[in-house]
């Protein structure tokens, strides 16, 4: 089993920055694939970045260039850098781990882009 837990969330105003963290526990390894996704009201959930099993980086259009993801291996952690913040990337943000065909999702934490 992974557990998952977010933090660093919050209310920033456009063109500010914010960074995430998720801290995983369980049975996470440095070969699954973790990542961050985001749902806003009214939408679906999406991908925003990811890693891979093989490690490599995977960004939607949208975040590229504004938004970098790394990993902590040691630490069990992922983290998402979100720098240029616009009203659209207002939603709640959720930490996923992906092992042996199974999903497994933080609880989320709220970015609000406003002025």
């Known amino acids: 089993q992974v557990h998952l837990a977010e933090s660093g969330g919050g209310l920033v105003q456009p063109g500010g920055s914010l960074r995430l963290s998720c801290a995983a526990s369980?049975?996470?390894?440095?070969?699954?694939?973790m990542g961050w996704y985001r749902q806003a009201p009214g939408k679906q959930r999406e991908v925003v970045a990811r890693f891979t099993s093989r490690g490599d980086a995977f960004y939607r259009d949208s975040v590229k260039g504004r938004f970098t993801i790394s990993r902590d291996n040691a630490k069990k952690a992922v983290y998402l850098e979100m720098n240029n913040l616009t009203p659209e990337d207002t939603a709640v943000y959720y930490c996923n781990a992906f092992q042996e065909q199974t999903d497994f999702w933080g609880q989320g934490t709220q970015v609000t882009v406003s002025s």
């Open positions: 369980g049975s996470i390894l440095s070969t699954d694939g």
